[in-house]
């Protein structure tokens, strides 16, 4: 459970890539398909994203854009490896809304009302 804990709190910091190390660590002994499957998919965004590099020996009039386009899709990638950490945690924890309830997502801001 303590560990569950861990990549909540990865997540809440930002630090996507060590909340999938931490995942995967956990789910290596698994059976569950479905959670080999997240698991895979989170390895690979993993690797992808050590081997992107936006860094280019050359110019040209669009270096800028490739740069652009790398740093975008990073992005991208950041956020699809940080759902499919909470696809992952989902399955592995069977719902726990405990937990679940724990993460803060970005996305999710709640109003503040002055009365």
Do not use: W
């Not at 719902?95 to 309830?101: A, K, Q, T, V």
């Amino acid at each position: 459970m303590e560990n569950y804990f861990d990549i909540v709190s990865y997540l809440n910091e930002g630090r996507i890539e060590e909340a999938g190390k931490k995942i995967i660590e956990i789910a290596k002994d698994v059976e569950d398909e479905d959670v080999r499957t997240v698991i895979s998919e989170i390895e690979k965004e993993i690797m992808d994203s050590r081997h992107n590099s936006d860094m280019f020996i050359s110019y040209s009039p669009y270096t800028d854009q490739i740069t652009q386009a790398t740093r975008a899709m990073q992005k991208c990638r950041e956020e699809r490896m940080k759902y499919l950490i909470l696809h992952g945690l989902y399955l592995l924890t069977k719902g726990n809304r405990i937990i679940l309830d724990m993460i803060k997502l970005t996305a999710q801001v709640k109003p503040r009302t002055y009365l």
